[in-house]
């Protein structure tokens, strides 16, 4: 078995801040993906990455940036925290090409 | 739009009866996965159905699909009060290489 951490558990900041959110797995999977949830809302995908190094922008990538330095860590930055972007942030990992993807607990963001 | 569905926001039940929750989908699949979300959790996938089944079981979980009609159910037994979650199904986006989830139906069973 394996295990995804998210860091923070609790991330508050400020309207116009950069704020960096972490994740780590280590099922030694190939692919990573950052989703954003919203009260009462399905996972919306920010970014993902098929392997190292690789990026690849979801439908919500707008107003993010990631990083993928290291096959069992992808970070997600909010490079301006804006109000109504309070949500949950879940990142999963998945073996390349399969369809079953393993969520870490997520992070809870609020902007003041 | 959205392109999977579950057709309730919120359904609640007794221990020991039966739950249905019903998704709806846009696009042709290869595959529909059924996951589960519990309170301060990331969801966990459940069932998985291939384009080519029409119905999936595993232990108290039946998930049916119907690829003419665009449509999938998951249907719980002698729920549980640890049933208590939010049930969500997910298709493939195209490409294959990331999920499209529905908004998900709150499931809450009480004692």
């Known amino acids: 078995g394996g295990i995804i951490t998210q860091t923070p558990k609790f991330l508050i900041g400020q309207e116009g801040q950069k704020l960096t959110l972490k994740c780590q797995q280590n099922?030694?999977?190939?692919?990573m993906y950052w989703y954003r949830q919203d009260s009462g809302k399905g996972l919306r995908l920010i970014y993902y990455?098929?392997?190292?190094?690789?990026?690849q922008k979801g439908d919500l990538s707008e107003g993010y940036d990631a990083s993928r330095e290291k096959k069992s860590s992808f970070s997600l930055t909010v490079t301006s925290a804006q109000k109504n972007e309070m949500a949950v942030f879940l990142c999963?990992?998945?073996?390349?090409?399969?369809?079953?993807?393993?969520f870490g607990p997520g992070t809870r963001l609020t902007v003041l | 739009s959205q392109l999977a569905e579950e057709n309730l926001w919120a359904l609640s039940v007794h221990e020991g009866e039966s739950v249905t929750v019903n998704c709806s989908y846009k696009t042709s699949i290869t595959a529909l996965q059924w996951y589960r979300q519990k309170s301060g959790e990331g969801p966990a996938q459940l069932i998985l159905i291939r384009s080519n089944e029409r119905e999936k079981r595993n232990g108290r979980l039946r998930a049916t699909l119907d690829t003419s009609s665009q449509s999938s159910s998951l249907s719980i037994t002698a729920t549980r009060c640890e049933d208590t979650a939010v049930y969500f199904c997910?298709?493939?986006?195209?490409?294959?290489?990331?999920?499209?989830f529905g908004t998900g139906t709150t499931v809450s069973v009480s004692p």
């Open positions: 099922f030694n999977h190939d692919t």
């Open positions: 997910a298709t493939d986006a195209e490409g294959g290489r990331a999920l499209i």
């Open positions: 990455s098929i392997t190292e190094n690789d990026l």
């Open positions: 999963a990992s998945s073996i390349r090409g399969a369809h079953e993807q393993y």
